[in-house]
């Protein structure tokens, strides 16, 4: 591989890394030294299913139901590949599937005509509803790669960096809901 090549490599790498860092803060984050995640928000709407079992599909019209009309157009569905595949996928009512697959692959598929996306930050006992655009990132500096030989100047090495400045913030808690296991079990 040529130096060239091998550099762009790295810098492909090393972006990708900062894309999924940046997936992971914008559902996870603390807001402490990275974006506050839409997850870690406290004011969003909750529903519950009962602990131990697995939602139902009066579960996720609890959720839909929770969700104000005003924000259920651009509306999308955030699960774990776990929960959507042995679990919502084989949610059947009467003799219709609640989750068909879209056969285009630009989304996993769709559950009440909301598009549905996988994502490995999610927990595995949690479906997010909402918005998207009601979650807003500000990249005060763009992702950059940088490169310094001095660092490891004397085993002749060179480092890479990859750095961004940003905050992300749930602007509006009402665009969002979450169906999440109950804590209590059931009596």
Known sequence: MTIDAFESYIVSKLTD??????????????GNGQPKGILTETGITKVQYAKD?????ADLCKMMASLKSGYKPN???????KMLWETIATIVLGNQLVFLPDPTGEFAGRIFGKPVIEDDYIADNKILLGNLKKYTINFNKPT????DESVEFR?????????SLLDGKVVNEEGFVI?????TPTI
């Open 17 to 30: 890394k900062m894309a999924i860092a940046i997936e992971n803060a914008i559902l996870n984050g603390t």
């Open 179 to 183: 169906l999440e296991e109950s804590t």
């Open 144 to 147: 950059e790669v940088t490169s």
């Open 75 to 81: 509306a999308k569905f955030v699960m774990s590949s």
């Open 53 to 57: 079992t697995t939602p139902t599909y």
């Open 155 to 163: 085993k002749g090495n060179k480092v890479y960096r990859a750095m």
